[in-house]
């Protein structure tokens, strides 16, 4: 089994910046990505930025281009998301993610999110 644990959430005014981390343990192999999401009540929860073990590569969702940076230390098993100008539309709950992919089946684990309020 994998264990996620967030932290670095919290409430901070529009234009500001929150540093959130999540650290990874247990079973870690075969990692396909680690990444962020995040939920507002009564939406889906939706991407907001990637790392690709494979590649290094990163993506991120239209919304938070430009604004957030996702980065892996992968010898600590850490993936952090700097966000910088917060908007208050970026309130929500903040979920870590690791993936993997085993015989064609991906498997997701999650943490137990971080909530992140932006005030206007």
């Known amino acids: 089994q994998v264990q996620l644990v967030e932290s670095g959430g919290g409430l901070v005014q529009a234009g500001g910046s929150l540093r959130l981390s999540c650290a990874a343990s247990?079973?870690?192999?075969?990692?396909?990505?680690m990444g962020w999401y995040r939920q507002v009540p009564g939406k889906q929860r939706e991407l907001v930025a990637v790392a690709i073990t494979s590649t290094g590569t990163t993506n991120y969702a239209d919304s938070v281009k430009g604004r957030f940076t996702i980065s892996r230390d992968n010898a600590k098993n850490m993936v952090y998301l700097q966000m910088n100008s917060l908007k208050p539309e970026d309130t929500a709950v903040y979920y870590c993610?690791?993936?993997?992919?085993?015989?064609?089946?991906?498997?997701?684990?999650w943490g137990q999110g971080t909530q992140v309020t932006v005030s206007s």
């Open positions: 247990g079973s870690i192999f075969s990692i396909a990505a």
């Open positions: 993610n690791l993936f993997r992919i085993n015989l064609g089946e991906r498997t997701d684990y």
